[in-house]
């Protein structure tokens, strides 16, 4: 089945997500491919079963979805038709209920039809080694930023502060990415995102 290849570029693209995490603007590169790549998992799966009912819908069809179900009542196929229905349900239950899912989905639209998505950068820092139960504190910064320069300019501030005599311990710092607007880590979130994809297909193979 295609949809297993996909699965794995999708798994690529997560895994260049991981790569890229301190490195702008590839980050952004490596999650306008996971949203494209992630989302095109339900329609091919699509296609998958379109030809394993036998359905002669041409490559170039541009609303499978519509072309799927009129081929089902066409040909009377009865179970076609339950897993469209089923196919249905489960992806409005995804796009509707699941919060990452929903996000996930709507940004991969805005992604190809509007603007590139972009994360959000926040540097986690705290002197010295974070004690447990102490929080580090959050340093919001533009997507351009140059990760490199600011370690650089605040090493150089603390350097000065100990030439000044002042007491500095070590800087531990932690970059972490957020879905533009929301509270969401970027790789988790996308890791979910995947799972929910993956158990989409998996289901769909308990169904016919």
Known sequence: ???????????????????????????????????????????????????????KIPLEIKSLRERFQKESFRENNSDAKKFYSWFIAKYDSIKKKDEIGSLLIGKRHVNIHRKPESPSLTTLFTFGKPKEGMPYMKMTL????????????????????????????????????????????????????????????????EIV
């Open 1 to 55: 089945m295609y949809v297993e290849d996909k699965i794995k570029e999708v798994e690529y693209n997560l895994n260049q997500i991981k790569v890229n995490y301190e490195r702008f603007p590839e980050i952004q590169h490596s999650f306008s491919n996971f949203l494209s790549s992630a989302n095109s998992i339900p329609d091919i799966l699509l296609s998958d079963f379109a030809t394993k009912f036998n359905m």
């Open 142 to 205: 533009k997507n351009n930023t140059d990760l490199d320069q600011l370690k650089s300019t605040l090493s150089t501030g603390f350097n000065d502060m100990q030439k000044m005599g002042g007491v500095v311990p070590p800087l531990m710092a932690k970059v972490e990415w957020m879905i533009e607007g929301t509270d969401l880590e970027l790789f988790q979130s996308c890791e979910y995102f995947l799972s929910l994809m993956k158990k989409f297909v998996s289901e769909a193979n």
